[in-house]
């Protein structure tokens, strides 16, 4: 598979922060609602799924499976977790954008 | 409360698709968000909903076989290791598989060999370059309503083609035909060979390779150029070049040049070429004579062309009906035919191309077909028994190996295997088959057919397919496969693919029927051609063809002495061939109640004794008399009931009849023939007028007549008679009845031809329902023994058994029936007397197709009739 460096597109770095943040409870249908009620992004399931595995060929999250429910016709969930290089990366994205952001001429965001 | 569940077609896609790893997040993601969606939107939405995500899960990386195959270094492994497994396999049932691997490959060779020859038939003439723009012209003739084709067209037309722009240049080609010249090199006389009368154009127009001298030769007068196998006949290793050929003992010709052999997909095959200046005869419209060829320049379409010659055609029209009276509706129009479509066109009178008839070919083209189909689905019915006697070891190998890939890979293993073992069996049947081709059955494939590109991308089209088949295989078994079962050593509880083995059988045992009808069909024609009344008895009679030299004073005194030989019964000369090549049409005068009428008949001359030799019927009027000198002067007729027919011809004794247009032929007619086929049953019999052979018209053939008992050593003596009078000259000669036989060769040869394919086909399919069969005792043992314990008696046990097989079998009758009609009907229009179709030639090769499946599988009904209850029952 093509993995495009380590680079994280777009989409992908969304499925991260949305895998980061809700912790352990990240899998298919909990990462989907969060971006379309977080960052109203409607995207369909089969796009999210594909987004983990590519994160976790990159080696940026991790995966279990767990919590078979009965809505779920017994199937049990994959959950993911986002791992150290995630971590780091997801921060170095962040202080990369910052940093460039701010070179813009009359921009600035108030962190807080 | 029961949750609502998503539509059941679409979670067995699901099923059937998604790799197992992947199945509990997908499917699981997929039904929560459907139990969300029901309640939130109502079922309908939420069903749409759910089928829109399951197709949008329907990626390379959610399915089956890829996601394994993605890792290189397992990919290898497993590759070698069922590889090895595969061919282990294959070693411990060296029946099955080499079973397997021979029909396949039979098949394969046999569609491979039959489709190269198809390919060479549908190509001729494509060598020469130019071959888009190159035309010959026949001649269209409305005489008296009827219209007649003929290939040929008149002798001044090439003259007039000349003038016309959009022609580059037109050439006329005479063939020697029908009559026996003899060639004379040196010391040697040859007969068999074929001389052309050309033109310089010639060697331009069909791309003629000059060895020695130039196309310029062909101009000058008693030039003779030879091709370079009859240059080798003729000299040796000599140079031929500078020696002399004499011609019918009378004419010498110089050899000017050698050419290459014309090649063997040329609709003109030839051995000689003379120059056309060396006759000197004076060419004219009124003869349709020579054969005449044009090329066209680059973008002119035929339309404009076909108006162009027709405009010739209407400006000469006197001239080509001269001293005739023309009726009004007289037309004569020209046939284009490209260069290319001559040899598959065999429809167009006085023709002497080599032709073939396309029925013949698009036969041959279903049977190719028919033979991949059978091929193919024989070693998928294999393929699947062998598979599913295997389920066990598939199994274990999918524990160790961990991935449920490993049925995938073991089939593709199995393929790769048997691509290997493939190829070099059907390139080895292949080049039996060509060689068995040239020797039993005179087809010669061309090497540049083999090497052609649509040929190459043919093989590639047959493999291609069968790699494809594998990949159904795969499919059916990965789609009903389930370890546990097979773990557990349970056959065919879910799996065993007798559903779609029987479908395949049944497709099979349909090709069967209708090669077996074909064949009845075929092989009572010929028996109803050789037996029918064609108006003369050919049995013990002798065709001997007389050389055109200038012994023809002693022909007359060869007739006499073969008589005085022991054993011989009547001899008599006539320019009958009984084959269609000395057919010719001529145009002709008779004299009738309502005036003088002109019209096409085809001319023959024989001797006294000729109808009483060959038996023929006189139902008016009387032969040809001896002791009358009227008759000796060669000016009496005898004509054939068809001739009386067509013209509506009444009180025909003692009407006048011109033959020819300079009217020396003329007299009266004697006597009237019962119609007798003149040629081969392809034709209806034709009006037919009959001179008396004098010693100044020779004829082609002296027919002699044995006795039913004669000595062994007669044949020697008319041979040596036959030397007395024409010297070195080599006797050519048939029987009667054999030369008949050649008539329909290629239809004989069709018809052998199908025999070997119904041979292969019999085999195939009978190892298929053999193999079938065995793996329904294997799987129906147990049943059987229990069905005895509750009573069954043998017979019923036998009766289960094979009451499959005879459904199957009345299944396939009913499919194949339209198919023997149509085909059969399709076939039998070629012939102008041919037999009528009956219920019979549908139900013998249905029964003949039940004897062969009562035979193959009962063997394996009485074993299950047989079953040992206590054995079996004990196991379980």
């Not at chain 2, 929560?32 to 197709?55: F, M, P, Q, V």
């Not at chain 2, 084709?149 to 240049?169: G, T, V």
């Not at chain 2, 023959?604 to 008759?631: A, M, P, V, Y």
Request: include cysteine.
């Amino acid at each position: 598979m093509g993995t495009k460096g380590n680079h994280l597109g777009e989409f992908e770095e969304l499925v991260l922060v949305a895998v980061a943040s809700l912790a352990h409870e990240a899998y298919g249908v909990s990462v989907m609602k969060y971006l379309s009620e977080e960052a109203n992004r409607n995207v369909n399931i089969s796009a999210i799924h594909q987004g983990l595995k590519r994160l976790q060929s990159k080696g940026l999250v991790r995966s279990h499976l767990g919590g078979a429910t009965q809505v779920r016709g017994g199937r049990s969930k994959r959950f993911f977790e986002i791992t150290e290089t995630g971590q780091t990366i997801l921060k170095e994205i962040m202080e990369l954008k910052i940093q460039l952001y701010n070179k813009v001429p009359n921009f600035s965001i108030k962190l807080t | 409360m029961i949750n609502p569940q998503p539509p059941s077609w679409i979670q067995r896609f699901l099923n059937w698709y998604c790799a197992s790893e992947l199945l509990d997040e997908i499917q699981g993601d997929a039904l929560e968000l459907y139990t969300e969606r029901s309640g939130a939107h109502g079922k309908l939405k939420a069903d749409l909903w759910y089928i829109y995500d399951i197709l949008r899960f329907f990626r390379l990386s959610n399915m089956k076989r890829s996601s394994n195959l993605r890792k290189p270094d397992q990919w290898d492994i497993l590759i070698h290791s069922t590889l090895k497994i595969a061919s282990r396999n294959a070693g411990r049932n060296k029946w099955l598989f080499s079973v397997k691997m021979v029909s396949l490959s039979l098949c394969l060779s046999f569609a491979l060999l039959l489709a190269a020859f198809v390919l060479q038939e549908y190509t001729y003439d494509q060598h020469i370059t130019d071959h888009q723009s190159i035309y010959r012209v026949g001649t269209k003739a409305t005489c008296l309503g009827e219209t007649e084709e003929f290939a040929n067209a008149p002798e001044l037309l090439s003259e007039a083609l000349k003038k016309i722009p959009e022609i580059q240049y037109a050439t006329r080609v005479t063939l020697w035909g029908g009559l026996m010249h003899v060639f004379t090199a040196g010391e040697k006389s040859y007969t068999q060979e074929v001389g052309m009368i050309v033109e310089e154009e010639f060697a331009s127009l069909f791309d003629l390779n000059f060895i020695q001298g130039n196309s310029k030769m062909l101009n000058e007068p008693d030039n003779i150029v030879l091709t370079e196998s009859t240059a080798r006949k003729f000299f040796g290793d000599e140079n031929p070049v500078g020696k002399i050929i004499t011609l019918n003992n009378g004419f010498w010709l110089d050899v000017a040049g050698v050419i290459e052999d014309p090649q063997p997909t040329s609709h003109l095959q030839f051995d000689m070429l003379v120059s056309r200046s060396s006759f000197d005869v004076q060419p004219t419209w009124d003869e349709l004579a020579g054969y005449t060829y044009c090329k066209v320049n680059k973008g002119v379409s035929l339309e404009v062309l076909e108006t162009k010659i027709a405009q010739v055609y209407d400006d000469h029209l006197p001239e080509i009906t001269k001293d005739l009276d023309i009726n009004e509706q007289d037309t004569y129009t020209p046939i284009l035919q490209n260069i290319t479509s001559i040899h598959l066109n065999n429809g167009l009178k006085n023709d002497v191309a080599n032709t073939r008839n396309v029925v013949n070919l698009h036969f041959l083209i279903i049977l190719s077909v028919v033979f991949f189909l059978s091929g193919f689905i024989n070693f998928l019915n294999l393929s699947i028994a062998d598979i599913s006697s295997h389920l066990k070891q598939i199994g274990v190998l999918q524990i160790i190996g961990g991935s449920s890939s490993g049925i995938a890979q073991s089939i593709l293993a199995n393929t790769i295997l048997g691509i290997v073992m493939l190829i070099p069996l059907t390139s080895l049947f292949f080049i039996i088959g060509t060689y068995a081709a040239e020797i039993f059955l005179d087809i010669t494939i061309a090497q540049s057919i083999l090497m052609s590109k649509l040929f190459l991308l043919l093989i590639v089209v047959f493999f291609g397919v069968h790699f494809l088949s594998s990949k159904v295989c795969y499919l059916i078994i990965s789609k009903s496969f389930n370890l546990l079962v097979a773990l557990k050593g349970k056959l065919g509880v879910q799996f065993s693919g007798i559903g779609i083995r029987e479908s395949l059988l049944t497709l099979q045992l349909s090709f069967s029927i209708v090669m077996i009808a074909l064949i009845l069909i075929m092989v009572d024609q010929f028996n109803f051609i050789s037996q029918a009344d064609t108006g003369y008895k050919d049995k013990q009679t002798l065709i001997i063809r007389t050389p055109v030299t200038n012994y023809l004073s002693g022909i007359s005194t060869f007739e006499e002495s073969l008589r005085n030989l022991n054993g011989v019964q009547k001899v008599s000369m006539s320019s009958l061939g009984m084959d269609s090549e000395s057919d010719g049409s001529y145009f002709s005068e008779i004299e009738t109640n309502e005036g003088m009428k002109n019209g096409y008949f085809n001319y023959h001359s024989w001797g006294f004794d000729f109808l009483d030799l060959l038996q023929l019927e006189l139902i008016e009027g009387r032969n040809f008399d001896r002791s009358r000198s009227t008759d000796r002067s060669g000016k009496v007729f005898l004509v054939n009931e068809r001739a009386i027919e067509k013209y509506g011809w009444q009180d025909v004794i003692g009407k006048k009849i011109y033959y020819g247009q300079d009217q020396t032929k003329y007299g009266h007619v004697i006597g009237v023939v019962r119609d007798f086929n003149t040629a081969s049953m392809y034709k209806e019999i034709e009006p037919l007028i009959i001179g008396l052979t004098n010693d100044k018209s020779w004829d082609s053939y002296v027919y002699v007549k044995l006795d039913p008992i004669h000595s062994a050593n007669l044949l020697t003596d008319i041979e040596e008679v036959y030397f007395d009078h024409f010297e070195s000259v080599p006797m050519d000669w048939e029987y009667l009845d054999a030369r008949l036989a050649n008539l329909y060769y290629q239809d004989t040869q069709l018809r052998d031809i199908f025999k070997i394919g119904l041979f292969i086909s019999l085999m195939v399919s009978c190892l298929g329902i053999f193999s079938i069969s065995a793996l329904m005792l294997i799987l129906r043992t147990k049943e059987m023994s229990i069905r005895k314990v509750v009573g069954a008696r043998s017979y019923d046990l036998f009766y289960l058994h094979i009451k499959n097989f005879i459904k199957f079998t009345l299944l396939a009758a009913v499919c194949s029936s339209p198919l023997v009609y149509y085909l059969s009907g399709y076939w039998l229009n070629n012939f102008a007397y041919r037999i009528d179709l009956n219920v019979s030639y549908f139900v013998i090769p249905c029964l003949l197709t039940l004897l062969i499946i009562l035979i193959t599988s009962g063997v394996h009904g009485l074993r299950s009739s047989k079953v040992d209850l206590l054995k079996t029952l004990n196991e379980g």
